[in-house]
């Protein structure tokens, strides 16, 4: 483990008299009015180079406790490209085939997985097997079997395995949450999410089956399915589902075009939620309770987040949620810290046991039993 440096040299940009703006060109500035770090530092290889892992590997570059230290890339060319922007030693980029050599290589924590959901099953557990800790990018799998093999893989290797679910550290999110625990929406009795977008390319691996594991459930209505845990502050008992399909051609066999869905919680409280590929602007949650109501409008998106509860807006201040995400996972890694609402394996594995409920749900038209 090592420091960071970089805030000392933003801290010397300023002093200069030099704006200021980000390093990495994010609109962050919350970063650069931090204390400087000295702690432990999580040092991380990102596995994928997609338009997400260039995302995440940007934002950590504003981040105190992550650092990108290594890349695993299937395409050197773009190992080049990393290897000189970020400045990655040689010995820490590995490809798709011998990765596993990483168990040697005492310069990397940890490994962020961020390739087709197809693929994190297989990729964590060669991770975890060669002793390092995981992150997983949503879905952590494409079903709960798969999901249950990634937690023992990693609790028999003993590294921590986490899941991208960024949301789990934003404000204003966290803000209800709070409000919900002070009873400042009394007794909680609806949530309804509502999650999706317009889909482009027929052809990319979102809507391969083999791949994605689903259709749009997997890839973004899994953010109404988390969205209402968190929300609602239980776990749902019972899932009810409806599909629709406007266009076979494009979502064939095993991918979801639209699935609606509700989930039943123990005090009675109720979901509604709807996941799709078809429709925009569909990016809310709404949670009412019997004293107050809140709403995030983007609810997930990379923000600003937008919000308001019966008492007013939510104010609190946007940060890049990948930055904040790596600096907490460094701590959860590193130190032990217990987040507010858990980022571990078992909260990805709940999440797929109810996706794999909903699914079966819709296809049977059956109400369908949970016990998380
Ligand atoms: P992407 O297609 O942009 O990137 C995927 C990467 O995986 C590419 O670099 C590709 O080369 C690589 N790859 C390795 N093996 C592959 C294979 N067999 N087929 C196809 N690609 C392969 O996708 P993305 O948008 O970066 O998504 C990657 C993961 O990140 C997904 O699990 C997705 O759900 C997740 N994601 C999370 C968020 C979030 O906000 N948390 C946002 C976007 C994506």
């Excluded at 000295?38 to 995440?56: D, H, K, Q, W």
């Excluded at 949650?285 to 019997?290: I, K, P, R, T, V």
């Excluded at 997930?300 to 007013?312: A, E, F, N």
């Excluded at 946007?318 to 609402?341: F, N, R």
Aim: net charge neutral.
């Amino acid at each position: 483990m090592d420091s960071r440096r970089d805030f000392l040299q933003k801290l010397t940009l300023s002093a200069m008299g030099l704006p200021l703006i980000s390093l990495s060109g994010s609109p962050d500035m919350a970063a650069f009015y931090r204390e400087p770090y000295e702690g432990p530092v999580l040092r991380v290889a990102i596995m994928g180079l997609g338009s997400y892992g260039t995302r995440v590997a940007e934002a950590m570059q504003d981040s105190q406790k992550a650092k990108l230290v290594g890349v695993i890339s299937g395409t050197p060319s773009k190992i080049k490209d990393w290897q000189s922007k970020y400045n990655i030693p040689a010995k820490n980029c590995y490809n798709y085939e011998n990765f596993d050599q990483i168990k040697d290589n005492p310069d990397i924590d940890a490994v962020y997985v961020i390739t087709p959901n197809g693929l994190h099953h297989d990729q964590v557990i060669r991770v975890a097997k060669a002793g390092k800790h995981a992150i997983c990018e949503k879905p952590m799998a494409v079903n709960a079997k798969e999901g249950q093999e990634m937690v023992d893989a990693c609790k028999k290797a003993n590294v921590k395995l986490l899941v991208g679910y960024r949301m789990h550290f934003e404000p204003k999110t966290l803000e209800i949450i709070r409000m919900r625990e002070a009873g400042e929406f009394g007794k909680i009795m609806f949530f309804q999410g509502l999650t999706g977008f317009k889909i482009g390319d027929p052809n990319q691996w979102r809507l391969n089956k083999e791949l994605a594991g689903g259709g749009a459930m997997m890839d973004i209505g899994i953010y109404s399915v988390n969205g209402a845990r968190y929300m609602v502050g239980e776990e749902p008992v019972w899932v009810t589902a409806q599909e629709t399909k406007t266009d076979p051609d494009k979502f064939k066999a095993g991918v979801d075009e639209t699935i609606q869905f509700q989930l039943g919680f123990p005090s009675g409280a109720v979901a509604s939620c709807l996941s799709t590929y078809s429709m925009g602007n569909l990016d809310r949650f709404f949670l009412n309770g019997q004293q107050g109501y809140a709403e995030l409008h983007p609810a997930t998106g990379y923000g600003p987040i937008k919000g308001r509860t019966h008492k007013g807006e939510l104010n609190q201040p946007h940060q890049t949620h990948q930055t904040v995400q790596m600096d907490e996972m460094a701590g959860i890694i590193l130190e032990s810290k217990k987040p507010v609402v858990p980022v571990d394996g078992e909260e990805g594995l709940k999440d797929l046991k109810i996706i794999d409920a909903i699914y079966l749900a819709a296809n049977t038209g059956e109400k369908v039993s949970l016990k998380l």
